[in-house]
């Protein structure tokens, strides 16, 4: 898979795309990222890649005409293809079956954005989705940007270890996940419950559904409605 990100802060991705299993997916050559500075794009001397919005109102437009150029440039890179994704919070919410989705692809854009938004053109004329990862705001698409590839490379065959496994099963089965517990068995008065300790695999399972459930109850009800399977 090849990623290309196009963002006026490059430099924000080095340290997340060099550590962990994002750095070791790409050794293994699963993905190759690249990063491209939209204002290298920009055609005045003072490289601008914003301005005023028609209709007045606060703060900063994102221009066409830089990202045009830079998606153009990148696009040409190589001949894969693959969507364009906006990172604004005017957008669906990205979400782990969204992550399933583009994991699938030979090729993504994600097109980070700063200031009040982009000119529409941009989503228009790049045929570009908006995505969104929660409803909060962030100063700019490129934590959000990361956030994406981190939970997309992750589901690339090959990508985790042994020792990672798939921990998708809190959003796989719909729950939020058990509690679990490592050595020692004490620690600072704490027990460890004593079924985790029982070699009892049927009741460790049982025990486990039941505190998912109970969990998503406490922390995540919205995860619950309309489900009929649960009591
Ligand atoms: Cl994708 N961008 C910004 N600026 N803020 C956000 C976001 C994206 N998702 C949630 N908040």
Not at 33 to 45: G, Q
Not at 76 to 90: D, E, F, M, N, R
Not at 125 to 131: D, F, M, R, S, T
Not at 188 to 210: C, F, T, Y
């Amino acid at each position: 898979m090849r990623i290309d990100v196009l963002t006026i802060f490059p430099e924000m991705f080095q340290s997340p795309l060099s550590c962990s299993i994002l750095a070791r997916a790409q050794k293994k050559g699963l993905v190759e990222i690249f990063l491209t500075n939209i204002r290298d794009f920009a055609t005045d001397s003072y490289r601008k890649v914003d301005d005023r919005p028609y209709g007045g109102g606060p703060g900063m437009v994102m221009m066409p005409g830089p990202v045009f150029a830079c998606y153009e440039h990148v696009a040409a890179q190589s001949p894969l293809k693959g969507p364009v994704i906006l990172l604004t919070p005017q957008g669906r919410r990205f979400d782990q079956a969204k992550a399933r989705e583009l994991s699938q692809l030979e090729r993504l854009f994600l097109i980070c954005g700063r200031y009040e938004g982009f000119d529409e053109r941009i989503r228009i004329g790049l045929n570009a989705e908006p995505l969104s990862i929660g409803d909060y705001v962030l100063s700019g698409g490129e934590l959000a940007a990361m956030v994406i590839i981190d939970a997309v490379v992750r589901l690339i065959p090959g990508a985790l270890g042994d020792q990672d496994s798939t921990r998708e099963e809190s959003f796989s089965n719909g729950l939020l996940e058990y509690p679990q517990y490592t050595r020692p068995e004490v620690f600072r008065g704490m027990q460890v419950p004593p079924v985790l300790l029982s070699g009892d695999h049927a009741k460790i399972a049982q025990w486990r559904r039941q505190q998912a459930i109970e969990r998503t109850r406490m922390w995540r009800p919205d995860l619950l409605e309309g489900r009929d399977d649960i009591g």
